[in-house]
């Protein structure tokens, strides 16, 4: 059993920056897409980047220039950098393993405004 563990949310006032981290257990992190999703309160939960095990990222429209996905394979773990954060990237931040479709917790992220 994968566990995934987030870490890095908080309160920020707006325009400042976060980072996100996502460790994971046992050995498929490496050949899995690994990506950030987010819900805000009463909205579905949506995609907001994802990593390949190559490194190909894709980001939401939300966060293109914005945000930048990592991930280092030795550390099994995930980034999400964050910056110039808005009040409407306040959510709930869930890290994904795409080839088992293992979650995390999720971390809260507050952006004030």
């Known amino acids: 059993q994968v566990q995934l563990v987030e870490s890095g949310g908080g309160l920020v006032q707006a325009g400042g920056s976060l980072r996100l981290s996502c460790a994971a257990s046992?050995?498929?992190?490496?050949?899995?897409?690994m990506g950030w999703y987010r819900q805000a309160p009463g909205k579905q939960r949506e995609l907001v980047a994802t990593?390949?095990?190559?490194?190909?990222?894709n980001y939401a429209d939300s966060g293109k220039g914005r945000f930048t996905i990592s991930r280092d394979n030795a550390k099994n773990t995930v980034y999400l950098q964050m910056n110039s954060l808005k009040p409407e990237d306040t959510a709930v931040y869930y890290c994904?393993?795409?080839?088992?479709?293992?979650w995390g917790q999720g971390t809260q992220v507050t952006v004030s405004s």
């Open positions: 046992g050995s498929i992190f490496k050949i899995s897409t």
């Open positions: 994904r393993m795409v080839l088992r479709d293992y």
């Open positions: 990593i390949t095990s190559g490194g190909t990222t």
